[in-house]
Protein backbone atom coordinates (compact mmCIF):
# COMPACT_ATOMS: atom_id res chain seq x y z
CA UNK A 1 0.00 0.00 0.00
CA UNK A 2 1.39 3.52 -1.60
CA UNK A 3 1.80 6.26 1.24
CA UNK A 4 -1.00 8.41 -0.99
CA UNK A 5 -3.71 5.38 -0.10
CA UNK A 6 -2.30 5.18 3.75
CA UNK A 7 -3.13 8.76 4.33
CA UNK A 8 -6.77 8.67 2.11
CA UNK A 9 -7.78 5.43 4.62
CA UNK A 10 -6.53 7.09 7.43
CA UNK A 11 -8.33 10.93 6.86
CA UNK A 12 -11.93 8.18 5.55
CA UNK A 13 -14.31 9.34 8.11
CA UNK A 14 -14.52 6.31 10.59
CA UNK A 15 -18.52 5.54 10.30
CA UNK A 16 -18.54 5.31 6.83
CA UNK A 17 -15.79 3.61 6.31
CA UNK A 18 -17.50 0.72 9.15
CA UNK A 19 -20.59 1.43 7.00
CA UNK A 20 -18.88 0.64 3.74
CA UNK A 21 -17.24 -1.89 4.99
CA UNK A 22 -20.51 -3.69 6.00
CA UNK A 23 -22.15 -2.99 2.65
CA UNK A 24 -18.86 -4.87 0.85
CA UNK A 25 -18.90 -7.93 3.39
CA UNK A 26 -22.81 -8.34 2.62
CA UNK A 27 -22.29 -8.31 -0.83
CA UNK A 28 -19.13 -10.30 -0.78
CA UNK A 29 -21.49 -12.99 1.52
CA UNK A 30 -24.33 -12.81 -0.36
CA UNK A 31 -21.89 -13.64 -4.01
CA UNK A 32 -23.70 -10.18 -5.20
CA UNK A 33 -21.11 -9.40 -7.75
CA UNK A 34 -23.16 -6.43 -8.82
CA UNK A 35 -23.41 -4.85 -5.38
CA UNK A 36 -19.82 -5.16 -4.75
CA UNK A 37 -18.85 -3.20 -7.82
CA UNK A 38 -21.76 -0.82 -7.13
CA UNK A 39 -19.76 -0.21 -3.38
CA UNK A 40 -16.23 0.23 -5.02
CA UNK A 41 -17.64 2.43 -7.41
CA UNK A 42 -19.27 4.55 -4.49
CA UNK A 43 -16.31 4.11 -2.39
CA UNK A 44 -12.95 3.02 -4.10
CA UNK A 45 -11.27 3.12 -0.71
CA UNK A 46 -12.65 -0.38 0.63
CA UNK A 47 -10.67 -2.14 -2.03
CA UNK A 48 -7.65 -1.49 0.52
CA UNK A 49 -9.83 -1.45 3.90
CA UNK A 50 -10.37 -5.56 4.72
CA UNK A 51 -11.75 -6.74 7.74
CA UNK A 52 -11.08 -9.68 9.87
CA UNK A 53 -7.02 -9.66 9.40
CA UNK A 54 -7.06 -10.40 6.08
CA UNK A 55 -4.69 -9.36 3.31
CA UNK A 56 -7.25 -9.58 0.55
CA UNK A 57 -11.13 -9.37 -0.04
CA UNK A 58 -10.07 -12.91 -1.72
CA UNK A 59 -9.77 -14.85 1.38
CA UNK A 60 -13.27 -12.68 2.84
CA UNK A 61 -14.93 -14.59 -0.24
CA UNK A 62 -13.23 -18.02 0.39
CA UNK A 63 -14.81 -17.78 3.80
CA UNK A 64 -17.59 -17.16 2.31
CA UNK A 65 -17.99 -20.05 0.25
CA UNK A 66 -18.19 -17.81 -2.93
CA UNK A 67 -15.85 -18.60 -5.52
CA UNK A 68 -16.64 -15.61 -8.34
CA UNK A 69 -16.16 -12.76 -5.64
CA UNK A 70 -13.07 -14.74 -4.91
CA UNK A 71 -11.75 -14.77 -8.58
CA UNK A 72 -13.13 -10.96 -8.99
CA UNK A 73 -10.93 -10.28 -6.03
CA UNK A 74 -7.77 -12.15 -7.00
CA UNK A 75 -7.78 -10.76 -10.57
CA UNK A 76 -8.30 -6.58 -8.72
CA UNK A 77 -5.48 -7.91 -6.56
CA UNK A 78 -2.98 -8.43 -9.39
CA UNK A 79 -4.20 -5.80 -11.73
CA UNK A 80 -3.35 -3.58 -8.63
CA UNK A 81 0.26 -5.01 -8.31
CA UNK A 82 -0.96 -6.17 -4.83
CA UNK A 83 1.17 -9.38 -2.96
CA UNK A 84 -1.00 -12.55 -4.65
CA UNK A 85 -2.52 -14.50 -1.33
CA UNK A 86 -1.66 -18.41 -1.48
CA UNK A 87 -3.31 -21.36 -2.50
CA UNK A 88 -2.45 -22.22 1.03
CA UNK A 89 -3.92 -19.06 2.64
CA UNK A 90 -6.82 -19.21 0.50
CA UNK A 91 -7.89 -22.84 1.67
CA UNK A 92 -7.43 -21.92 5.23
CA UNK A 93 -9.66 -19.07 4.78
CA UNK A 94 -12.31 -21.53 3.57
CA UNK A 95 -12.53 -23.62 6.26
CA UNK A 96 -14.53 -20.24 7.28
CA UNK A 97 -14.51 -17.27 10.03
CA UNK A 98 -16.71 -16.52 12.69
CA UNK A 99 -17.99 -13.16 11.30
CA UNK A 100 -18.55 -14.42 8.05
CA UNK A 101 -21.33 -16.23 7.08
CA UNK A 102 -20.90 -18.93 4.19
CA UNK A 103 -24.89 -20.23 4.37
CA UNK A 104 -25.06 -18.64 0.78
CA UNK A 105 -22.18 -20.23 -0.51
CA UNK A 106 -20.42 -23.62 -1.17
CA UNK A 107 -17.54 -23.81 1.05
CA UNK A 108 -17.19 -27.72 -0.14
CA UNK A 109 -16.76 -26.85 -3.61
CA UNK A 110 -14.83 -24.00 -3.25
CA UNK A 111 -12.18 -25.74 -0.63
CA UNK A 112 -11.75 -28.70 -3.51
CA UNK A 113 -11.05 -26.30 -6.03
CA UNK A 114 -8.43 -23.96 -4.21
CA UNK A 115 -6.94 -27.98 -3.55
CA UNK A 116 -6.85 -28.76 -7.38
CA UNK A 117 -5.34 -25.68 -7.73
CA UNK A 118 -2.13 -26.92 -5.46
CA UNK A 119 -3.17 -25.93 -1.80
CA UNK A 120 -1.55 -28.42 0.91
CA UNK A 121 -4.48 -30.33 2.58
CA UNK A 122 -2.64 -29.95 5.96
CA UNK A 123 -1.81 -26.32 5.25
CA UNK A 124 1.89 -24.21 5.66
CA UNK A 125 4.34 -26.29 6.87
CA UNK A 126 4.89 -25.96 10.75
CA UNK A 127 1.89 -23.88 11.71
CA UNK A 128 0.49 -24.06 14.90
CA UNK A 129 -3.02 -24.79 12.89
CA UNK A 130 -4.47 -27.10 10.31
CA UNK A 131 -7.16 -26.54 8.02
CA UNK A 132 -8.61 -29.66 9.79
CA UNK A 133 -8.70 -28.11 13.05
CA UNK A 134 -10.39 -24.62 11.76
CA UNK A 135 -12.63 -26.93 10.25
CA UNK A 136 -13.68 -28.60 13.16
CA UNK A 137 -13.25 -25.20 15.65
CA UNK A 138 -15.98 -23.57 12.79
CA UNK A 139 -18.35 -27.41 13.44
CA UNK A 140 -18.06 -27.70 9.66
CA UNK A 141 -18.90 -31.85 8.81
CA UNK A 142 -18.84 -30.76 4.92
CA UNK A 143 -15.89 -29.60 5.10
CA UNK A 144 -14.09 -32.29 7.65
CA UNK A 145 -15.56 -34.74 5.28
CA UNK A 146 -13.76 -32.89 2.25
CA UNK A 147 -10.36 -33.14 4.45
CA UNK A 148 -10.79 -36.72 5.24
CA UNK A 149 -11.54 -37.66 1.65
CA UNK A 150 -8.36 -36.03 0.36
CA UNK A 151 -6.29 -37.33 2.84
CA UNK A 152 -5.94 -34.65 5.61
CA UNK A 153 -3.17 -35.95 8.29
CA UNK A 154 -6.07 -36.61 11.13
CA UNK A 155 -3.27 -36.90 13.93
CA UNK A 156 -1.33 -33.31 14.03
CA UNK A 157 -2.00 -31.36 16.92
CA UNK A 158 -3.31 -28.03 17.59
CA UNK A 159 -0.88 -25.71 19.20
CA UNK A 160 -2.12 -27.21 22.62
CA UNK A 161 -1.49 -30.31 21.84
CA UNK A 162 -5.02 -31.32 21.26
CA UNK A 163 -5.93 -33.76 18.32
CA UNK A 164 -8.53 -32.87 16.03
CA UNK A 165 -10.97 -35.37 17.27
CA UNK A 166 -10.17 -34.13 21.11
CA UNK A 167 -10.99 -30.74 19.79
CA UNK A 168 -14.58 -32.15 18.42
CA UNK A 169 -15.20 -34.14 21.56
CA UNK A 170 -14.78 -30.94 23.71
CA UNK A 171 -16.90 -28.47 21.69
CA UNK A 172 -19.69 -31.05 20.77
CA UNK A 173 -19.42 -34.45 22.20
CA UNK A 174 -21.10 -36.45 19.90
CA UNK A 175 -22.00 -34.25 17.07
CA UNK A 176 -21.34 -34.24 13.35
CA UNK A 177 -17.37 -34.09 13.40
CA UNK A 178 -16.87 -36.06 16.38
CA UNK A 179 -18.55 -39.26 14.59
CA UNK A 180 -16.84 -37.99 11.15
CA UNK A 181 -13.11 -38.66 12.48
CA UNK A 182 -14.08 -41.44 14.86
CA UNK A 183 -15.62 -43.14 11.38
CA UNK A 184 -12.47 -42.53 9.60
CA UNK A 185 -10.28 -43.64 12.38
CA UNK A 186 -8.72 -41.00 14.06
CA UNK A 187 -6.68 -40.94 17.14
CA UNK A 188 -7.62 -39.50 20.17
CA UNK A 189 -4.21 -38.57 21.33
CA UNK A 190 -2.51 -36.88 18.51
CA UNK A 191 0.97 -37.54 17.20
CA UNK A 192 3.23 -36.09 19.60
CA UNK A 193 5.86 -33.76 18.17
CA UNK A 194 9.49 -33.41 18.76
CA UNK A 195 9.15 -30.25 21.55
CA UNK A 196 12.47 -28.51 23.05
CA UNK A 197 12.09 -28.37 26.63
CA UNK A 198 9.56 -25.37 28.02
CA UNK A 199 9.85 -23.15 30.95
CA UNK A 200 6.54 -23.10 32.46
CA UNK A 201 4.46 -19.77 31.51
CA UNK A 202 2.35 -18.17 34.24
CA UNK A 203 -0.59 -16.35 33.59
CA UNK A 204 -1.73 -14.30 36.30
CA UNK A 205 -5.74 -13.49 35.87
CA UNK A 206 -5.07 -10.12 38.17
CA UNK A 207 -3.17 -8.31 35.51
CA UNK A 208 -5.31 -10.26 32.59
CA UNK A 209 -8.40 -8.32 34.55
CA UNK A 210 -6.90 -5.18 35.01
CA UNK A 211 -6.10 -5.72 31.09
CA UNK A 212 -9.36 -6.19 30.66
CA UNK A 213 -10.95 -3.50 32.57
CA UNK A 214 -8.22 -1.05 30.54
CA UNK A 215 -9.26 -2.00 27.29
CA UNK A 216 -12.71 -1.99 27.93
CA UNK A 217 -12.71 1.36 29.43
CA UNK A 218 -10.67 2.58 26.24
CA UNK A 219 -13.65 1.33 24.26
CA UNK A 220 -16.39 3.11 26.61
CA UNK A 221 -14.17 6.77 26.02
CA UNK A 222 -13.98 6.23 22.59
CA UNK A 223 -17.74 4.73 21.85
CA UNK A 224 -18.86 7.96 24.14
CA UNK A 225 -16.95 10.64 22.12
CA UNK A 226 -18.29 9.23 18.74
CA UNK A 227 -21.75 7.88 19.48
CA UNK A 228 -22.70 8.57 22.65
CA UNK A 229 -26.19 9.84 21.92
CA UNK A 230 -26.69 6.53 20.17
CA UNK A 231 -28.78 4.25 22.90
CA UNK A 232 -27.38 0.89 23.47
CA UNK A 233 -29.13 -2.40 23.87
CA UNK A 234 -25.90 -3.97 24.42
CA UNK A 235 -22.58 -3.88 25.87
CA UNK A 236 -20.70 -7.38 24.94
CA UNK A 237 -17.74 -8.75 24.76
CA UNK A 238 -16.30 -11.59 22.64
CA UNK A 239 -13.91 -14.33 23.54
CA UNK A 240 -11.66 -16.80 21.75
CA UNK A 241 -9.43 -18.23 24.41
CA UNK A 242 -7.52 -21.14 22.91
CA UNK A 243 -6.38 -17.38 20.27
CA UNK A 244 -6.11 -15.40 23.14
CA UNK A 245 -8.00 -11.96 22.46
CA UNK A 246 -11.53 -10.25 23.80
CA UNK A 247 -13.87 -8.15 21.21
CA UNK A 248 -15.58 -5.11 22.93
CA UNK A 249 -18.74 -4.71 20.50
CA UNK A 250 -21.36 -2.14 21.03
CA UNK A 251 -24.99 -2.82 19.73
CA UNK A 252 -27.74 0.05 19.08
CA UNK A 253 -30.38 -2.73 17.49
CA UNK A 254 -31.88 -5.68 18.20
CA UNK A 255 -29.41 -7.77 19.75
CA UNK A 256 -29.31 -11.12 18.78
CA UNK A 257 -26.68 -12.29 21.76
CA UNK A 258 -24.03 -12.45 19.56
CA UNK A 259 -20.96 -9.93 19.97
CA UNK A 260 -20.20 -10.48 16.49
CA UNK A 261 -23.42 -9.21 14.84
CA UNK A 262 -23.41 -6.06 16.58
CA UNK A 263 -23.72 -2.51 14.82
CA UNK A 264 -20.05 -2.12 16.29
CA UNK A 265 -17.95 -5.14 16.34
CA UNK A 266 -14.50 -5.08 16.90
CA UNK A 267 -14.54 -1.40 18.23
CA UNK A 268 -11.81 -2.29 20.36
CA UNK A 269 -9.32 -5.54 20.32
CA UNK A 270 -7.49 -6.65 23.26
CA UNK A 271 -4.87 -9.58 22.94
CA UNK A 272 -3.56 -11.75 25.60
CA UNK A 273 -0.66 -13.67 23.81
CA UNK A 274 -0.15 -15.57 27.15
CA UNK A 275 -3.46 -16.98 27.00
CA UNK A 276 -2.28 -18.99 23.74
CA UNK A 277 0.85 -20.28 25.74
CA UNK A 278 -1.44 -21.19 28.43
CA UNK A 279 -2.74 -24.25 26.56
CA UNK A 280 0.67 -25.91 26.14
CA UNK A 281 -0.17 -28.71 28.24
CA UNK A 282 1.96 -28.91 31.40
CA UNK A 283 3.70 -25.28 31.31
CA UNK A 284 1.21 -23.18 32.66
CA UNK A 285 1.23 -21.94 36.15
CA UNK A 286 -2.51 -19.95 36.93
CA UNK A 287 -2.77 -17.47 39.26
CA UNK A 288 -6.26 -16.68 39.58
CA UNK A 289 -8.26 -13.49 40.70
CA UNK A 290 -7.91 -14.58 44.60
CA UNK A 291 -3.72 -15.42 44.32
CA UNK A 292 -4.56 -19.06 44.69
CA UNK A 293 -2.06 -20.88 42.33
CA UNK A 294 -2.33 -23.92 40.07
CA UNK A 295 -0.08 -25.86 37.85
CA UNK A 296 0.48 -28.71 35.25
CA UNK A 297 -2.34 -28.72 32.96
CA UNK A 298 -5.18 -26.63 31.26
CA UNK A 299 -8.02 -28.37 32.99
CA UNK A 300 -10.24 -25.38 34.23
CA UNK A 301 -8.54 -22.37 32.94
CA UNK A 302 -11.09 -21.39 30.27
CA UNK A 303 -14.02 -21.34 33.37
CA UNK A 304 -10.84 -19.52 35.31
CA UNK A 305 -10.69 -16.85 32.55
CA UNK A 306 -14.76 -16.65 32.20
CA UNK A 307 -15.07 -15.83 36.09
CA UNK A 308 -13.02 -13.22 35.46
CA UNK A 309 -13.87 -11.35 32.68
CA UNK A 310 -18.05 -11.45 34.55
CA UNK A 311 -15.99 -10.16 37.36
CA UNK A 312 -14.43 -7.43 35.91
CA UNK A 313 -17.56 -6.24 33.85
CA UNK A 314 -20.15 -6.54 37.27
CA UNK A 315 -17.11 -4.81 38.73
CA UNK A 316 -17.20 -1.77 36.02
CA UNK A 317 -20.77 -2.03 35.60
CA UNK A 318 -21.15 -1.44 39.66
CA UNK A 319 -18.47 1.40 39.41
CA UNK A 320 -20.32 3.31 36.90
CA UNK A 321 -17.84 3.09 33.93
CA UNK A 322 -20.85 2.11 31.58
CA UNK A 323 -23.03 5.76 33.14
CA UNK A 324 -21.74 7.95 30.12
CA UNK A 325 -23.12 5.65 27.41
CA UNK A 326 -26.99 5.98 26.61
CA UNK A 327 -28.34 2.55 27.37
CA UNK A 328 -32.06 1.88 26.02
CA UNK A 329 -33.76 -0.14 28.18
CA UNK A 330 -32.85 -3.70 29.15
CA UNK A 331 -29.43 -2.91 27.61
CA UNK A 332 -27.35 -6.18 27.96
CA UNK A 333 -23.99 -6.59 29.21
CA UNK A 334 -22.05 -9.50 28.86
CA UNK A 335 -19.81 -11.83 27.38
CA UNK A 336 -20.03 -14.44 24.67
CA UNK A 337 -17.25 -17.57 25.01
CA UNK A 338 -16.61 -19.03 22.00
CA UNK A 339 -15.17 -22.49 22.17
CA UNK A 340 -17.36 -22.88 25.65
CA UNK A 341 -20.46 -25.12 25.45
CA UNK A 342 -23.17 -23.30 22.97
CA UNK A 343 -21.65 -20.32 22.50
CA UNK A 344 -23.68 -18.84 25.79
CA UNK A 345 -24.42 -15.58 26.22
CA UNK A 346 -23.49 -14.58 30.11
CA UNK A 347 -26.19 -11.26 31.15
CA UNK A 348 -24.97 -9.48 33.96
CA UNK A 349 -28.12 -8.33 34.88
CA UNK A 350 -31.38 -9.00 34.39
CA UNK A 351 -33.39 -6.75 31.64
Given at each position: MNAKVTAQLEAWDRNLRYQTMQQMLASVVAGDLAETQRVLDAQPLIEWFVPFGAQSWAEVAAAA?????MRFWLARDAAAARPAVSNDDLFLWSMGHECVSPAAGDATALAESVLDQGA???GKPKAASTPLHHAVFRDRPDLVALL???GADLSQPY???ESA???ARRLAPGGACAKLLEQAGAPLQARSMPKP???PQTVDLRKSAEKVNAGISKAVRRFARRHGKEALTAIALACTPHEGYVMVSFDTGKFEG??????YPEFQWIKFPDWVRAHEPDTMNLIDLDGRSSSGGTDGFEEAFMAMLLQVLKGMEAEGAFASLAQAAGCRIGVEMTGMGEGKFWVLRAE
Open positions: GQAGQSIDIRRENGLQISLRSPWDAT
